[in-house]
Nanobody, 125 residues
Framework: QVQLVESGGGLVQAGGSLRLSCAAS????????TGWFRHAPGEERQCVGA????????YYADSVKGRFTISRDNAKNTGYLQMNSLKAEDTAVYYC??????????????????WGQGTQVTVSA
């Protein structure tokens, strides 16, 4: 049974930092790329970034470029999203995703195979 368990969300002041983790089990982690999405009320789910299985390729949404960093530790079957210089507009539920189809469709929800349960990130102004 595939499980993605996210942790690290919470309440932080604007300008602060958080690191989200996504621990995967029930699959061969290195067969999958990792993506991070967020979903704010009234908005569509947005991909903030993705990293391929070997960490050679990384992609970021323009809205987070230079502030967020995606990484992964294949030995721990865990992906990470380091979020710095957080803004109120970063407030959302954040989801990790794993996909095996390459990163051509990294921005789209349909491009990913497995999803975590989500973790709330709230940034106070």
């Amino acid at each position: 049974q595939v499980q993605l368990v996210e942790s690290g969300g919470g309440l932080v002041q604007a300008g602060g930092s958080l690191r989200l983790s996504c621990a995967a089990s029930g699959l061969t982690f290195t067969n999958f790329d990792t993506g991070w999405f967020r979903h704010a009320p009234g908005e569509e789910r947005q991909c903030v970034g993705a990293i391929n299985w070997s960490s050679i390729a990384r992609y970021y949404a323009d809205s987070v470029k230079g502030r967020f960093t995606i990484s992964r530790d294949n030995a721990k079957n865990t992906g990470y999203l380091q979020m710095n210089s957080l803004k109120a507009e970063d407030t959302a539920v954040y989801y990790c995703a794993l996909g095996s189809r390459g990163l051509t469709g990294w921005r789209t929800v349909s491009g990913w195979d497995y999803w975590g349960q989500g973790t709330q990130v709230t940034v106070s102004a």
